[in-house]
């Protein structure tokens, strides 16, 4: 039966997008729409601070559907991604069980049943007793240890977990999956051939304009225009952290909170730190950098 709830086309899924505030271009709301409708995870790879994130929210907020996130971190391993039992539970279920006369057998099967289970994020996703496929958001996958990938096998493959002493818990209907990646290392090729790929880039000047404008409504189109070039500018500079969408809202709003109204050297001297996240990079950008980069914003804006 086909799932009414799913976008129908590309040009559905980028409005429904853009009706949450994501503004995606044709090639990312085409692999989204594939993801959806062939029930395949979404692999998103690109720079910190593209968007890849959000766009787990923003299905879920469209689709109405719950999100569950998982996120990844060194060390993280199946206990802490999938299940683990309730040692605690189980001893004192033990204990209650000495003074009575339990069969051993019985006692077994009731320590290792459902009740004495504990979900995790993995797990959650794919119980049968979903009432509605929730989105599956395993955010940062690179900063995991490779072997934590070969957990992930069978959830992507067959949106199922196999538990030794309890059986196979297997999706009734598959979870929506999205998997990122700031590409901090390479994801191994098993986790990507389950997956639909596509690279999360820095937006085009005119699109970071209109996710601009749809993000901080409030923000003037003079300072806003000013912004954005600058971002695109700064981008061009080798810095060990370009900024990212999420860099370009924030300035924009604490510029606001300033009341700035257009960028000067002084204000931008002041707020690189909102927009700039290394000292190093801020050092290279302070003073006669800055103020060459808002020069040639001054002519930059005139284009967009």
Request: proline residues 5%.
């Amino acid at each position: 039966m086909t799932d009414t709830s799913l976008p129908t086309s590309i040009d559905d899924t980028q409005a429904r997008l853009l009706a949450h505030d994501y503004v995606a271009d044709r090639q990312l709301a085409t692999a989204v729409f594939l993801a959806l409708r062939l029930q395949r995870p979404l692999f998103l790879e690109g720079e910190p601070g593209t968007g890849k994130t959000e766009i787990a929210r923003t299905l879920s907020a469209a689709l109405n559907r719950p999100l569950i996130r998982l996120q990844c971190y060194e060390g993280l391993d199946l206990a802490g991604a999938a299940y683990e039992w309730n040692y605690g539970r189980q001893m004192m279920a033990i204990r209650l069980a000495e003074g009575q006369a339990v069969d051993r057998e019985q006692l077994a099967g009731e320590l290792f049943s459902r009740k004495f289970l504990i979900q995790r994020a993995l797990l959650q996703a794919i119980d049968p007793a979903n009432a509605v496929p929730p989105v599956l958001l395993i955010d940062e996958l690179d900063r995991a240890d490779e072997p934590f990938e070969a957990f992930l096998l069978e959830v992507l493959s067959d949106f199922q977990i196999t538990i030794p002493e309890l059986g196979t818990v297997k999706a009734t209907t598959p979870p929506i999956v999205v998997l990122t990646s700031n590409r901090t290392r390479e994801i191994h090729d098993a986790v990507k051939r389950r997956c639909l790929y596509h690279w999360v880039g820095f937006p085009d000047a005119a699109r970071e304009l209109t996710i601009l404008q749809r993000r901080v409504p409030n923000a003037g189109p003079e300072l806003a225009r000013q912004i954005v070039a600058f971002v695109q500018r700064l981008r061009e500079i080798e810095l060990y952290k370009l900024p990212g969408i999420a860099e370009t809202i924030d300035w924009t709003r604490a510029l606001m909170e300033l009341d700035s109204l257009v960028l000067d050297p002084e204000v931008i001297q002041h707020t690189l730190g909102v927009l700039l996240k290394y000292q190093d990079d801020i050092a290279r950008v302070q003073g006669s950098e800055a103020a060459r980069i808002l020069e040639q914003v001054r002519r930059d804006v005139q284009g967009l």
